[in-house]
């Protein structure tokens, strides 16, 4: 079956560090990634995706590239905020390979929370 | 509004008291998802509704969870004699679909309602 497995938190970073969250993933097709982006208080918002391999997605200054060989899709910010303090969830969709823990096709990691200080 | 709206946003119960859960999908969106977010669990897909299709209940803990989608747009979460376990923050998402996940219909999600069985 499908799995994302992603770092555990808390991460805890000085503003203006640089950020790199891991993310693996196992499928079973060809699945897209994605990271959402949780602040407090609020759902998760869509924070980047990438739909084949060696793909980069990129927004708000994040990044994260699509790697088959490592099965992984690490997210990475060259100077993190305090505004940036939040729940980060990698998820991948397999809509060939089937279900996994979505049984949509659409699997999240458990989140790696994120905490900025200034 | 223009978001997934979920109401209410927290609601505290007794145990063996059933609960109903609101959730108001983007205008237009076809694919509506129920998923829980327990603390250190990350996501947990529960249900998902496409049209008029009989809906995906494969990840629904248990018979005590049931969702109905009325014409096609809101959509109640309904938990019967809840218990502790069951205190998390429940989390619905909508998509413009067919393809659940699909890189190019993300998830809309609402910011959830915490339910805490006292």
């Known amino acids: 079956g499908n799995s994302v497995t992603q770092m555990e938190g808390p991460v805890t970073l000085s503003e203006e560090a640089f950020l790199t969250i891991n993310c693996t993933y196992t499928a079973t097709g060809y699945p897209s990634l994605f990271w959402y982006v949780q602040y407090p208080g609020e759902g998760l918002q869509l924070l980047l995706k990438a739909t084949k391999a060696d793909d980069k997605g990129s927004n708000k200054g994040f990044e994260a590239t699509y790697r088959k060989e490592t099965t992984s899709f690490h997210l990475e910010k060259g100077s993190v905020q305090v505004s940036d303090s939040a729940v980060y969830f990698c998820a991948l969709s397999d809509l060939k390979g089937g279900s996994g823990g979505g049984a949509d096709g659409l699997t999240f990691g458990k989140g790696t929370h994120l905490i900025i200080q200034p | 509004g223009a978001g997934v709206s979920q109401s209410p946003s927290n609601k505290v119960t007794e145990k063996g008291k059933d609960v109903e859960l609101r959730c108001d999908p983007i205008?237009?969106?076809?694919?509506l998802y129920w998923y829980r977010q327990s603390l250190g669990q990350g996501l947990e897909f529960l249900i998902y509704f496409q049209g008029n299709s009989a809906p995906d209940k494969s990840g629904l803990p248990s018979d005590r969870f049931s969702a109905e989608r009325t014409g096609g747009s809101v959509s109640t979460l309904t938990i019967q004699r809840t218990q502790q376990e069951d205190s998390a923050v429940y989390l619905c998402a909508s998509s413009l679909a067919p393809a659940r996940g699909s890189s190019n219909s993300p998830l809309h999600f609402g910011n959830g309602t915490r339910l805490t069985v006292t």
């Open positions: 205008s237009g969106h076809t694919a």
